[in-house]
Structure formats: C-alpha cells, structure tokens
C-alpha cells in the first residue's frame, strides 16, 4: 500500500500563490506517476496536473502557465501562481503504481477569494 500525505492548501486572495506538497510513503518502491487532481462542490472530480517517473509533466487547460508540478523522487509539488476564484476546491494527491494501482491522499481546501 502507498500512503499519500499532503500539505499547503488554505485561502488565499485573487491573484496570489499556494505551493502544495504531498509525501509518498509505503510501498513507495513501485511508484510511477504521481499528481494532482482537484473537486470542486457540485462537479467532477479533474485532473490538474501529472508527472510521471521520467518528468514528463502534463496539465489541465484551465492551469497551463499557472500552475507547475514538479517531483522530488517521492514528493510531488504543485507550485500554484495567479490563483483564480474558480480554483477553489478540494486538491487531491494521487500516485499511480507499475501496477496500475491508484492512490489518493486525503484532500487539502484551496480557497481562492475574489
């Protein structure tokens, strides 16, 4: 089992930055990607952005140029600038296994004020 541990979430004005991070541990030894994915009340939970073993990196369209994951073996980053109000949500770790298995960490709020 992977275990997903996330941090950084919070309010934040218009305009401003949040860095989220999240800490793999477990059966980290056959990690292969690992991301973020965000909920926000009433919709579908979405892919924001993903980056795989070898750091090939890809991102929602919403968040292309504002958002940047970045990866440190077994810490995922989401570096978040020019936060808008519609990024408010709940932002959820995942990791992929060479197994195909999914992960998902607990949830971290991002609420962005207008």
């Known amino acids: 089992q992977v275990q997903l541990a996330e941090s950084g979430g919070g309010l934040v004005q218009a305009g401003g930055s949040l860095r989220l991070s999240c800490a793999a541990s477990g059966s980290i030894f056959n990690i292969n990607s690992m991301g973020w994915y965000r909920q926000a009340p009433g919709k579908q939970r979405e892919l924001v952005a993903g980056?795989?073993?070898?750091?090939s990196t890809n991102y929602a369209d919403s968040v292309k140029g504002r958002f940047t994951i970045s990866r440190d073996t077994l810490t995922v980053y989401l570096q978040m600038n020019s936060l808008k109000p519609e990024d408010t949500a709940v932002y959820y770790c995942w990791a992929q296994s060479t197994d195909w298995g999914n992960y998902w960490g607990q949830g971290t709020q991002v609420t962005v004020s207008s």
């Open positions: 980056i795989t073993g070898g750091g």
